[in-house]
């Protein structure tokens, strides 16, 4: 196969939901370690994540979905 091939074939899928398989606090916990743990430049500790779940979520994307005219898929 040759690499044109490959990176055509190199997407995966997944059946992604709304339901978490472990508890909301402990993606929290794990958030917040990996963005403590990801180096940056200069050590600046200047990127930020926000966790967003349940009606919080759905506002976020209607957002989303609105802010890109509704070229985003609900």
Do not use: H
Request: proline share 3%; charged share 30%; hydrophobic share 45%.
């Amino acid at each position: 196969m040759g690499i044109q091939e490959s990176l055509a074939k190199r997407r995966t899928y997944y059946n992604i939901n709304k339901e978490l398989p472990v508890a909301e606090k402990e993606v929290v916990a794990l958030v917040e370690n990996t963005t403590e743990l990801v180096p940056d430049a200069f050590n600046m500790k200047s990127a930020r994540v926000i966790v967003v779940t349940k009606a919080k979520q759905d506002a976020l994307w209607d957002a989303i979905y609105e802010a890109f005219c509704g070229k985003v898929a609900r």
